[in-house]
């Protein structure tokens, strides 16, 4: 079964930066729309950001001007670039794969494949 691998979490104080990396298989990146999600506790799963086989890109209202998705030449790894972090970014991070349409709405029902994700804490 494929899977997405995250890396780059960590623990950071409020203001810094972290950026997370997802190792994606073959020809994922050309084919699907990469995003990431992150839920935190007794919250639902929010899509944060996506980036298309086009490399559009759409975030959260929450992240804006903050986070930044990206993606490699070879689109083998999607980036988040976390800056300016606040307490309420803490979650667990996941990468996940949808359809390229899925980008759009970045709802967590239309992805298919996900990583087992990878914990940002922010402290104030």
């Known amino acids: 079964q494929v899977q997405l691998v995250e890396s780059g979490g960590g623990s950071v104080q409020a203001g810094g930066s972290l950026r997370l990396s997802c190792a994606v298989p073959?020809?994922?990146?050309?084919?699907?729309?990469m995003a990431w999600f992150r839920e935190a506790q007794m919250k639902a799963r929010e899509g944060v950001a996506a980036i298309d086989t086009n490399r559009l890109t759409s975030y959260a209202d929450s992240v804006k001007g903050r986070f930044t998705i990206s993606s490699d030449n070879a689109k083998t790894t999607v980036y988040l670039q976390m800056n300016n972090l606040k307490p309420e970014d803490t979650a667990l991070y996941y990468c996940?794969?949808?359809?390229?349409?899925?980008?759009?709405?970045?709802?967590?029902?239309?992805?298919?494949?996900w990583g087992q994700g990878t914990q940002v804490t922010v402290s104030s």
């Open positions: 996940a794969a949808g359809p390229n349409w899925a980008c759009y709405y970045r709802d967590y029902v239309n992805f298919h494949t």
């Open positions: 073959g020809n994922f990146g050309s084919t699907y729309c």
